[in-house]
């Protein structure tokens, strides 16, 4: 049985991309700070073969803890990890508090970096694995009144193309999903201003099911949405000063 584990999986985009993987008959762990609504998760018939438990990605103790009640059960086995914890605090970067930037930068940059650093030695014994980081569309432009979490997402990605190459002699293939705005309680907590341009209308289950696709096709990265693929094209072929224009368009700035 193939094993996942999956971090930020109590509610949002963990808890879909678990739930299929579930269906699929994978092995499933979820973990979450929120260790309470992820057992809770396990009393469904849905999660039959799964674990649940405590992980908080900022705590190098904990993220171990996690990783070996995991891999415990799987045999030692993690075909695929999911970095998905993170945090997002929206408005402008000038009287955001220390607490909200910190925030970002201890869950989004350091917390993913150490669960990828402590899961190395299991995915490099399990053959054919996959690392997937959540990304986010806002890795293709730094994104005003989101520019702490949006530069936290281009750490995302540039870790995943570094680590992509240097993890490929060990058969561990590392990718990336950049999605638009999701409908979940993050999705929500976006500034208003961006969603006057950038309204939510993708759901979970549509991340969930192009992560199952990311993990099977190996691409290097996979960007969710139409309009978001259409603006990786174009900001691709303009000129810095009409991609920061394009990008104040975009997000109503």
Not at 84 to 103: E, H, I, K, P, R
Not at 217 to 234: M, Q
Not at 237 to 248: M, Y
Request: a negative charge; one cysteine or more.
């Amino acid at each position: 049985m193939k094993a996942i584990f999956i971090t930020g999986a109590g509610q949002g985009i963990g808890l879909a991309i678990a739930r299929l993987f579930a269906e699929k008959g994978w092995l499933v762990g979820l973990f979450d700070i929120n260790e309470t609504l992820c057992n809770n998760h396990l009393q469904t018939p849905l999660f039959h073969n799964a674990v649940a438990g405590f992980c908080d990605v900022t705590d190098p103790d904990s993220v171990n803890a996690a990783l070996t009640a995991f891999t415990d059960a799987s045999g030692g086995q993690l075909h695929v990890l999911v970095n998905n914890a993170g945090v997002l605090s929206a408005g402008d970067f000038s009287t955001m508090s220390a607490a909200d930037v910190n925030a970002m930068i201890a869950v989004n940059i350091g917390g993913l970096t150490t669960v990828s650093h402590q899961a190395f030695p299991y995915l490099r014994d399990t053959d054919d694995a996959v690392v997937l980081n959540l990304c986010s569309a806002s890795s293709i432009h730094g994104i005003p009144w989101l520019a702490v979490y949006s530069a936290s997402k281009f750490y995302v990605d540039g870790l995943t193309q570094a680590l992509a190459i240097e993890w490929q002699d060990h058969d561990v293939h590392v990718t990336c999903l950049k999605p638009p705005p999701i409908n979940t309680a993050m999705g929500h907590q976006l500034d208003s201003r961006h969603t006057e341009k950038m309204p939510i209308t993708m759901q979970v289950e549509q991340v969930a099911d192009e992560a199952f696709a990311a993990i099977i096709e190996r691409t290097p990265h996979r960007i969710l949405g139409r309009n978001t693929k259409a603006w990786y094209v174009v900001n691709g072929l303009l000129p810095a000063s009409l991609r920061s224009r394009l990008t104040r368009y975009i997000t109503g700035a």
